[in-house]
């Protein structure tokens, strides 16, 4: 017998009965998750300094702002119109499949966005079982890895998020297919970034070494490679140095700011990677600390190995080309990413590429910011995800938009009209009182 099927029912139990449906419950919740965020802050940095040397700005900094703006605008009124409305309630049981690399980010964010729309949940452990936080009989928590993932998803769920890989994005929905159960998919993928010549080398330098080493670059919107002509590489290069010393000092091993990859596999497959064209800067490895120093590969051909996966490490490819369209078709030509990100003085070439590529996201002029933001969606697209959220996009995630006409028993003579016998007199009626016409257009009589 599956192990989980007592679990998943107490959470269905407890969904029928309503508990996690009312305003009051749902700010009740987030305000007690806000609480464990400030009661356990010291612990969750303590572990998380131990395990990959993380920052609060990656973890908790965005929860808190998911929290708050879930909060400020949950009880917020709306004005409808009193026979036509959209509910959005909510699907019922919801299963939360979080990643490694932000433990706490990429399970707590969707997790606000399910207690606002008024879930039961299931999700891996970063909330102790018995915290008292929050409503023990609403919330379940598992730890595991892909046997345990697989016992769950054998369960029926209303809901499934899933944070993770394209490779298991594949088998999760297969899983979800099982149930037909609808499910965000939030994956990940190479995400180009073309620096345009006319552009200021710093200011890129800056934004592209801290988009790329943030969390030691185990982000999946991170900038993955950079197309750019020859010209702009060599201008690119002793700016890169520049941001990587400002950053990091001399030594980035030495630096608090600078985080470690999160096991010895992933530290071998990176060091790996570091094979591919010519290291042109950093390039140091240390693998009983797991290190990995920011690097730049140059003279890197498409073939190699590093253009061939999610590097997912603090490596930055430079692949040069000829001009803009061929860095677009490079894009074109590859799987649609989670991000495309494009530096650029002309606010033309922007948009060119903007409206020429396909992507989850777009970052002009900047580099994981759009993530940061609570008022823009997060998905992808394609092989790098399905669905989004954040923010008030988290809400429609979790809500099902279900369509109500409120009625009366009068005015049936009206009703008459649409029940046979129908003849071309009512069919007329019929037409002008329901028929759409186009707006803006004319007729010659």
């Given at each position: 017998?599956?192990?989980?099927?007592?679990?998943?029912?107490?959470?269905?139990?407890?969904?029928?009965a309503?508990?996690?449906?009312?305003?009051?419950?749902?700010?009740?919740?987030?305000?007690?998750?806000?609480?464990?965020?400030?009661?356990?802050?010291?612990?969750?940095?303590?572990?998380?300094?131990?395990?990959?040397?993380?920052?609060?700005?990656?973890?908790?900094?965005?929860?808190?702002?998911?929290?708050?703006?879930?909060?400020?605008?949950?009880a917020?009124?709306?004005?409808?119109?009193?026979?036509?409305l959209?509910?959005?309630?909510?699907?019922?049981v919801v299963?939360?499949i979080?990643?490694?690399?932000?433990?706490?980010?990429?399970?707590l964010?969707?997790?606000?966005?399910?207690?606002?729309?008024?879930e039961?949940?299931?999700l891996?452990a970063?909330?102790?079982?018995?915290?008292?936080?929050?409503?023990?009989?609403?919330?379940?928590?598992?730890?595991?890895?892909?046997?345990?993932?697989?016992?769950?998803?054998?369960?029926?769920f209303d809901?499934i998020?899933?944070?993770g890989s394209?490779?298991?994005?594949?088998?999760?929905?297969?899983?979800?297919?099982?149930?037909?159960?609808p499910?965000?998919?939030?994956?990940?993928?190479?995400?180009?970034?073309?620096v345009a010549?006319?552009?200021d080398?710093?200011?890129?330098?800056?934004?592209?070494?801290?988009?790329?080493?943030?969390?030691a670059?185990?982000?999946?919107?991170?900038?993955?490679?950079?197309?750019?002509?020859l010209?702009?590489?060599?201008k690119?290069?002793?700016?890169?140095?520049?941001?990587?010393?400002?950053?990091?000092?001399?030594?980035?091993?030495?630096?608090?700011?600078?985080?470690?990859?999160?096991?010895?596999?992933?530290?071998?497959?990176?060091?790996?990677l570091?094979?591919?064209?010519?290291?042109?800067?950093g390039?140091?490895?240390?693998?009983?600390?797991?290190?990995?120093?920011p690097?730049?590969?140059?003279?890197?051909?498409?073939?190699?190995?590093?253009?061939q996966?999610?590097?997912?490490?603090?490596?930055?490819?430079?692949?040069?080309?000829?001009?803009?369209?061929?860095?677009?078709?490079?894009?074109?030509?590859?799987?649609?990413p989670?991000?495309v990100?494009v530096?650029?003085?002309?606010?033309?070439?922007?948009?060119?590429?903007?409206?020429?590529?396909?992507?989850?996201?777009?970052?002009?002029?900047?580099?994981?910011?759009?993530?940061?933001?609570?008022?823009?969606?997060?998905?992808?697209i394609?092989?790098?995800?399905?669905?989004?959220?954040?923010?008030?996009?988290?809400?429609?995630?979790?809500?099902?938009?279900?369509?109500?006409?409120?009625?009366?028993?009068?005015?049936e003579?009206?009703?008459?009209?649409?029940?046979?016998p129908y003849?071309?007199?009512k069919?007329?009626?019929?037409?002008?009182?329901?028929?759409?016409?186009?707006?803006?257009?004319?007729?010659?009589?």
């Amino acid at each position: 017998m599956n192990p989980y099927v007592d679990l998943v029912s107490g959470l269905r139990t407890a969904w029928v009965a309503g508990k996690t449906r009312t305003i009051e419950y749902r700010i009740s919740q987030l305000e007690a998750l806000g609480r464990f965020l400030d009661e356990k802050k010291q612990h969750i940095l303590d572990a998380m300094a131990s395990d990959m040397r993380k920052t609060e700005l990656s973890e908790i900094f965005l929860v808190r702002n998911e929290v708050n703006h879930a909060l400020n605008n949950l009880a917020r009124p709306v004005t409808r119109c009193p026979h036509l409305l959209t509910l959005r309630e909510p699907y019922g049981v919801v299963l939360i499949i979080g990643p490694w690399n932000y433990p706490l980010h990429l399970i707590l964010v969707p997790l606000v966005g399910a207690i606002a729309a008024g879930e039961s949940r299931t999700l891996p452990a970063w909330i102790p079982p018995s915290d008292p936080n929050l409503l023990q009989d609403c919330f379940a928590v598992v730890t595991g890895g892909p046997e345990v993932t697989s016992q769950l998803l054998e369960n029926k769920f209303d809901y499934i998020f899933f944070t993770g890989s394209p490779h298991v994005g594949k088998i999760v929905m297969a899983a979800a297919a099982q149930h037909l159960t609808p499910l965000t998919l939030e994956l990940g993928g190479k995400n180009p970034c073309y620096v345009a010549d006319e552009c200021d080398p710093q200011t890129v330098a800056n934004r592209l070494v801290w988009g790329r080493c943030f969390n030691a670059g185990q982000t999946c919107l991170a900038p993955d490679y950079v197309l750019c002509s020859l010209e702009t590489q060599e201008k690119l290069m002793p700016a890169l140095r520049h941001a990587i010393t400002e950053f990091f000092g001399p030594n980035p091993q030495e630096s608090p700011d600078f985080a470690r990859i999160i096991s010895d596999r992933h530290f071998q497959r990176i060091q790996a990677l570091l094979g591919s064209g010519r290291v042109a800067i950093g390039g140091q490895t240390d693998e009983k600390e797991r290190y990995v120093a920011p690097t730049v590969l140059l003279d890197v051909q498409p073939s190699e190995p590093a253009m061939q996966e999610e590097i997912f490490g603090p490596v930055l490819p430079i692949i040069t080309v000829a001009n803009m369209d061929e860095a677009i078709a490079f894009i074109n030509s590859r799987e649609r990413p989670l991000a495309v990100y494009v530096f650029a003085s002309n606010n033309k070439l922007v948009h060119r590429v903007l409206e020429q590529t396909s992507s989850g996201s777009f970052g002009g002029n900047d580099a994981l910011m759009q993530m940061m933001l609570v008022s823009l969606p997060f998905g992808g697209i394609g092989t790098s995800g399905l669905g989004s959220y954040h923010g008030k996009f988290s809400f429609d995630t979790f809500s099902h938009h279900r369509a109500c006409l409120l009625r009366n028993m009068g005015l049936e003579a009206v009703n008459a009209l649409r029940y046979p016998p129908y003849s071309d007199r009512k069919m007329g009626m019929v037409a002008s009182f329901s028929e759409i016409k186009r707006k803006g257009t004319c007729t010659l009589l």
